[in-house]
T-cell receptor, first 107, second 114 residues
Framework: GIQVEQSPPDLILQEGANSTLRCNFSDSVNNLQWFHQNPWGQLINLFYIPSGTKQNGRLSATTVATERYSLLYISSSQTTDSGVYFCALKGNTPLVFGKGTRLSVIA | SAVISQKPSRDICQRGTSLTIQCQVDSQVTMMFWYRQQPGQSLTLIATANQGSEATYESGFVIDKFPISRPNLTFSTLTVSNMSPEDSSIYLC???????????FGPGTRLTVL
């Protein structure tokens, strides 16, 4: 099945800093999504991005499907950005999740 | 996007008992899924809930332990049977958009088994 690797596993940022989270995958995919799981456990859809670049406020994402990676950019981080960021991919199966990047933004 | 609700939001259960989790979607969807998230871990797919037929289980999950119902296009249930402390997890319901592309998740059911 599809292998999904996320890096870094943990990240601590000062409020206002920028960061880049990476997702590498092993096979061609039909769907790639980024999620934010907040401290209360809710999974929030950030991007549906099987290819190309999208932006939503301070967040943007780029997927280069031919090179099998995706990047999530967080600019001017805020304490409310804390939580776990998951990359998830769909090939011929339902979504398969990476292990996540745990982000802590400190004031 | 689909709006998904789950009941209960959390529960504490005794070992050996069973708990049924309900999932309601605000629109008709073809694909519904159940995931488990063990403490500090990522999400793992338990099964795909098929409307009108038996659920499709992933490796390591069996129908006797996790029976699933899907009576219509907006509703599904997952039962966690004969629970042990190892079943303590968050259980999440998910549905795909009408094109089967983007998936959305419910708020989860936080289960603790004593």
């Amino acid at each position: 099945g599809i292998q999904v690797e996320q890096s870094p596993p943990d990240l601590i940022l000062q409020e206002g800093a920028n960061s880049t989270l990476r997702c590498n995958f092993s096979d061609s995919v039909n769907n790639l999504q980024w999620f934010h799981q907040n401290p209360w456990g809710q999974l929030i859809n950030l991007f549906y991005i099987p290819s190309g670049t999208k932006q939503n406020g301070r967040l943007s994402a780029t997927t280069v499907a031919t090179e099998r990676y995706s990047l999530l950019y967080i600019s001017s981080s805020q304490t409310t950005d804390s939580g776990v960021y998951f990359c998830a991919l769909k090939g011929n199966t339902p979504l398969v999740f990476g292990k996540g990047t745990r982000l802590s933004v400190i004031a | 996007s689909a709006v998904i609700s789950q009941k209960p939001s959390r529960d504490i259960c005794q070992r050996g008992t069973s708990l049924t989790i309900q999932c309601q979607v605000d629109s008709q969807v073809t694909m519904m899924f159940w995931y488990r998230q063990q403490p500090g871990q990522s999400l793992t797919l338990i099964a795909t809930a098929n409307q009108g037929s038996e659920a499709t289980y992933e490796s390591g999950f069996v129908i006797d332990k996790f029976p699933i119902s899907r009576p219509n296009l907006t509703f599904s249930t997952l039962t966690v049977s004969n629970m042990s402390p190892e079943d303590s997890s968050i259980y999440l319901c998910s549905a795909a958009d009408p094109w089967g592309h983007e998936q959305f998740f419910g708020p989860g059911t936080r289960l603790t088994v004593l």
